[in-house]
């Protein structure tokens, strides 16, 4: 059971990046889905979930209307979608499913990806 996440890297101010996220020895149609990030000496912060039950898609209001959600069942790959980024948006993102309801919070995410750097910088 693994998630791999990607498509991190260096952007400038206001430019975009797609995170990425592959599952492999299981399939995300039965689970809730979310990235999540952190900065060092910060707690891990929820910004986006997929709901399990319906594929509602929602986002933090520190990212909404600059980021988007979205997945692939058959693929079984999940993405976020980050425009007009910011340097406060600068953290390593993870992406995370759980057999729960769709929430921000990390603690009951069982499933996590290794993570990938999001630097923005001019």
């Known amino acids: 059971v693994q998630l791999q996440a990607s498509g991190g890297g260096l952007v400038r101010p206001g430019g975009s990046l797609r995170l990425s996220c592959e599952a492999s020895g299981f399939t995300f149609e039965y689970l809730a889905t979310g990235w999540f990030r952190q900065v060092p000496g910060k707690e891990r912060e929820g910004i986006s979930c997929?709901?399990?039950?319906?594929?509602?898609?929602f986002v933090a209001d520190s990212v909404k209307g600059r980021f988007t959600t979205s997945r692939d069942n058959v693929k079984n790959t999940m993405y976020l979608e980050m425009n007009s980024l910011k340097p406060e948006d600068t953290a390593v993102y993870y992406c995370?499913?759980?057999?729960?309801?769709?929430?921000?919070?990390?603690?009951?995410?069982?499933?996590w990806g290794q993570g990938t750097q999001v630097t923005v910088s001019s």
């Open positions: 995370a499913a759980l057999r729960g309801l769709c929430n921000f919070s990390p603690n009951g995410y069982k499933y």
């Open positions: 997929i709901s399990r039950r319906d594929g509602s898609a």
